[in-house]
């Protein structure tokens, strides 16, 4: 349907990642309620939505100022390890957030790290299906 327009892929790709965002956020907050039930820490689950969602908001601040370098020409080397250092900061923040919020040890805040990156992966792949045609 969106064929059709000017620009239309691009329109078509924005909304495929738009919908992605949305069905990430909902569907993190959803899948966390059962693993904090099993966790003992139930009602601690609306801190760890809230504070995940700030995290969220700091994660993308800290992303597009590492990614400025790449826009203002820098390539290569430099630009690889500033994607390691975003993404590993990221991680790290989830990891943190989780154990903080619902006070609980660090495997257990890396299962909702894990829970997130396979919600996120899985969205990423289906855009990417959805980009094709």
């Known amino acids: 349907m969106l064929r059709g327009l000017a620009g239309g892929e691009t329109l078509r790709g924005l909304t495929a990642d738009m919908i992605a965002y949305v069905c990430s956020w909902a569907g993190f907050a959803l899948a966390s309620l059962p693993l904090c039930e099993a966790m003992g820490r139930r009602a601690l689950w609306p801190r760890l939505v809230a504070a995940w969602n700030w995290v969220n908001l700091v994660q993308y601040v800290v992303l597009g100022v590492l990614a400025l370098p790449g826009v203002l020409g820098v390539s290569g080397i430099a630009m690889e390890a500033l994607g390691l250092i975003a993404v590993g900061y990221a991680l790290w923040l989830q990891w943190f ?16 790290v894990a829970l997130d990156l396979a919600i996120a992966v899985f969205l990423s792949g289906l855009v990417v299906r959805l980009g094709v045609g």
Request: no cysteine; glycine share 12%; hydrophobic share 60%.
């Open 97 to 112: 957030t989780a154990r903080a919020a619902l006070g609980v040890n660090g495997l257990r805040a890396a299962a909702f």
